[in-house]
């Protein structure tokens, strides 16, 4: 799904400046973004897992599992946004069954990549103890 295209008419485009907390990772997550110029850190514990160009979305597993927020987005340059209220996404999904198939496939797209990190971490502890 091209993003971009299918938002590039939204009317509630939002302007940040850089190195804004887009949101916390522990906060209640009652939107999400779309993130249509510039780049975002997506940090969880601190560390920087991905950065996030134009055409990601940013919180969407808060709207999916009504759950508080599991990474903390920092713009890493002036970006401009779409914010989408859980109204909204359930609206998007009814109408665009493509939309949702993207969210899932970017949820587990992220998943994959946390996969990758842990047994890459948990594979340099157990060489790190012999």
């Known amino acids: 799904m091209d993003v971009l295209a299918h938002f590039q ?5 939002v302007s940040l ?12 997550g009652k939107t999400m973004y779309v993130l249509m ?26 709207l999916v599992n009504s759950s508080v927020r599991s990474a903390t987005v ?4 002036d970006c401009r946004v779409i914010s989408i209220d859980r109204m909204q996404f ?5 109408e665009s069954p493509q939309f949702a198939r993207h969210v899932m496939a970017v949820m ?17 502890r157990l060489r790190g103890g012999r």
């Open 37 to 62: 110029e510039g780049s975002a850190a997506i940090c969880v514990g601190g560390q920087v897992i991905e950065v996030a160009g134009p055409g990601s979305l940013l919180g969407e597993m808060a």
């Open 108 to 124: 587990a797209d992220r998943l994959r990549h946390m996969n990758e990190r842990l047994k890459r971490s948990a594979l340099g």
């Open 74 to 77: 920092i713009t890493r340059s």
């Open 90 to 94: 359930d609206a998007l999904v009814r």
């Open 17 to 28: 400046q850089s190195g804004l907390v887009l949101f916390s990772e522990g906060e209640s």
């Open 9 to 13: 008419n939204a009317r509630n485009l």
